[in-house]
């Protein structure tokens, strides 16, 4: 992984907040500990003396990761073949500018004496699959590559060094080729157990809330992050999933139960937040029984965090992968994204299926 | 948003408030019977897993225990509905009290026939059968504990019914920009009680197992009030002139998990209600 971006703990007020005690019958040291508390969670002013940028800390020292972040890119998570994990200045605006264009030529005035589209429409996103005909309207995967370090980035991944997943185990490729002799049992649409994850409303398409937490490439690739002394909670906006992760240790789940997110602690490596998590639900976009994820949030900037991913699972990959990811500060709020409550489309996939059944059987008669 | 948290004009507002909160604290405090735990900057601290007990989550209303929620017409007296039959004893509603002050809900009379129309078709119309998200005030005594998550600069809830959740915000967005089942809210402290006040609601949740509802006008305000280390008292008035005479309020405990390495479970619920909503649009072989 890259290196770690570490600053220097704030001199004034860390250690005070961490050892002191709130008695409200003091009304004296209340009033001290209000007036450095208030200190505590407003750098701000600190930034405006000093003309640098000083990280904000917490009450009880660390870090604070908290606020609104997005981590939507046109950086994909693989690095194409032969290219370098660095971008030049031309290829970043080959790349920023070929997005722009695209949505400033689909968002143009339609040709009034344009025939009609074929059944089935013209739009070459329309696959036969989890995704159908979304257009620029829905679509947001970003505007700008990741930069890490100043570097503009070819691949999220970063190890191995060719940016690429590496190849499954032996083991892993049996997993697949039973899990899909099982799958191929059924028609794509016959039941809702074969559709994707993300199309029931489980979880993200792509691995949001992860983890790993990776943009979509779609939409909605956004988080809020609440630190306390004892947890730190990240909602990723898809699928109104909060992750709470436990900093410290203690008993982890037994192995049989996986919940979505698996099952994650966490603790402090200097500035930087350490997050393991194991237990991942075996429908999960990255998984498998004996995966370990190792996530390192740093807080880079006022406007960024850093994102580094380490997946460990040797009965899947032939060697440990992972990566940086950019999560920038998010100008907005997150939306409720009620996807089970509205979500017609499960139904109606199914009932068309049956339909067009119904019509075939009708013609063979 | 957020470019208000990062300016130094802000901060400054903050040292001013934070002085004039702290100074209000302690008279506060000494009227509390027991000590209470306490963030760094004086507010009381509600950091924890909370769950409700009792029956409200059946009806909110006192109620005398019936054989199911929803009842048919049978040759004698009303018997519980084929749905609710294989359920049994487990398919009866408990006793409650009731945390309607007051005792009722002051319903208009069209939407007491609404309640009525709901309670009769239970099965099919309760949202949390199918697994929506709860709704404000439900998400507060659904039988699922919750945990909050209180920093100095933001107020998070996470419920395990349906992985409900609702980011409080300490400083108000302007009007809900799209209406949401969990609703949009907005916190503030009024001394040791942090008051929220949740609107931009759809309106199609309903407040519990009986019917109860409300439209998507209604304003919810809750006050959560620790009384000692383990118990909130949490009050919740509702207002919507299209559906109720006048605003009322329901007030219940919320109980502290205090178990070592307590930890609120996932229940997403929507893997577990694709038989009841899609099991009829199978491939029959």
């Known amino acids: 992984m890259g290196s770690t971006v570490r600053y220097p703990r704030k001199s004034v007020g860390s250690e005070g907040g961490r050892k002191m005690i709130v008695r409200h019958s003091a009304l004296f040291l209340v009033l001290c500990l209000g007036i450095a508390a208030e200190a505590l969670v407003a750098p701000a002013s600190a930034q405006a003396q000093s003309g640098q940028w000083v990280v904000r800390r917490t009450a009880d020292g660390h870090p604070d990761l908290q606020g609104n972040w997005s981590n939507a890119t046109l950086t994909p998570l693989q690095r194409p073949r032969g290219q370098a994990l660095v971008l030049s200045a031309e290829e970043v605006a080959r790349i920023e500018q070929g997005r722009e264009s695209v949505v400033i030529e689909r968002a143009g005035a339609s040709d009034p004496d344009r025939e009609a589209p074929p059944a089935g429409g013209t739009n070459p996103i329309c696959i036969d699959g989890a995704m159908t005909c979304y257009n620029d309207v829905f679509i947001d995967p970003g505007t700008r590559v990741a930069i890490v370090n100043g570097e503009p980035r070819s691949s999220l991944v970063t190890m191995p060094a060719n940016g690429r997943v590496p190849p499954l185990t032996a083991e892993a490729r049996q997993r697949r080729e039973e899990s899909q002799e099982f799958n191929g049992q059924f028609g794509l649409y016959d039941h809702p157990e074969v559709r994707p994850v993300a199309e029931r409303c489980f979880v993200s398409f792509g691995s949001n809330a992860g983890p790993p937490m990776l943009p979509n490439g779609w939409y909605n690739n956004n988080y809020t992050i609440v630190q306390t002394a004892g947890h730190v909670l990240i909602m990723a906006e898809m699928v109104h999933d909060a992750r709470i992760i436990r900093i410290g240790d203690g008993p982890r789940l037994p192995s049989h139960m996986r919940p979505w997110l698996g099952d994650s602690w966490g603790h402090w490596e200097g500035d930087v937040l350490v997050v393991e998590t194991t237990n991942l639900h075996p429908l999960q976009s990255y998984t498998s029984k004996s995966m370990k994820v190792i996530e390192r949030f740093s807080r880079v900037a006022e406007d960024a965090l850093l994102y580094e991913f380490t997946i460990d699972d040797p009965t899947t990959y032939t060697e440990p992968w992972g990566g940086q990811v950019p999560m920038n500060a998010l100008e907005d709020e997150l939306y409720e994204y009620a996807c089970h409550e509205g979500n017609y489309a499960l139904s109606n996939i199914l009932q068309g299926a049956r339909y067009e059944e119904r019509v075939d059987a009708q013609d063979l008669n | ?285």
């Not at chain 2, 305000?221 to 207002?239: D, K, L, N, Q, V």
């Not at chain 2, 070592?260 to 009841?276: M, P, S, T």
């Open chain 2, 1 to 285: 948003m957020s470019s208000a948290v990062r300016s130094p004009k802000y901060a400054v507002g903050r040292v001013v408030l934070g002085l004039l909160a702290v100074a209000l604290v302690p008279a506060y405090a000494q009227a509390q019977s027991m000590d209470i735990p306490r963030t760094v900057s004086g507010r009381p601290d509600l950091n924890g897993i909370w769950q409700a007990l009792g029956n409200a989550h059946w009806d909110i209303e006192p109620h005398q225990a019936r054989a199911a929620l929803q009842m048919v017409p049978g040759p004698v007296v009303p018997v519980p509905s084929q749905e609710v039959v294989a359920f049994g004893a487990l398919g009866a509603v408990p006793p409650g009290m009731g945390i309607v002050e007051g005792g009722e809900i002051p319903y208009l009379p069209a939407a007491r026939a609404i309640r009525e129309a709901n309670r009769e078709n239970w099965v099919t119309l309760d949202p949390a059968i199918k697994c929506y998200l709860p709704g404000v005030p439900r998400a507060t005594y659904m039988p699922f504990p919750f945990q909050i998550f209180q920093s100095e600069r933001a107020f998070f809830i996470t419920y395990e019914f349906a992985g409900a959740d609702r980011n409080i915000y300490l400083e108000d967005p302007g009007p809900p920009q799209v209406d949401s089942w969990m609703g949009q809210s907005v916190g503030h402290w009024e001394g040791d009680t942090f008051v929220v006040e949740a609107r931009g609601f759809t309106g199609q949740a309903w407040i519990d197992r009986s019917g109860n509802h409300a439209s998507y006008q209604l304003r919810v305000t809750e006050r959560y009030t620790m009384t000692s280390p383990y118990h909130i008292a949490y009050e919740a008035t509702m207002e919507d002139p299209g559906t109720f005479s006048r605003p009322w309020t329901i007030s219940l405990t919320l109980y502290k998990n205090v178990e070592d390495n307590a930890r609120i479970g996932v229940f997403k619920c929507v893997e577990f209600v694709e038989e009841l909503l899609y099991g009829q649009y199978r491939k029959i072989p």
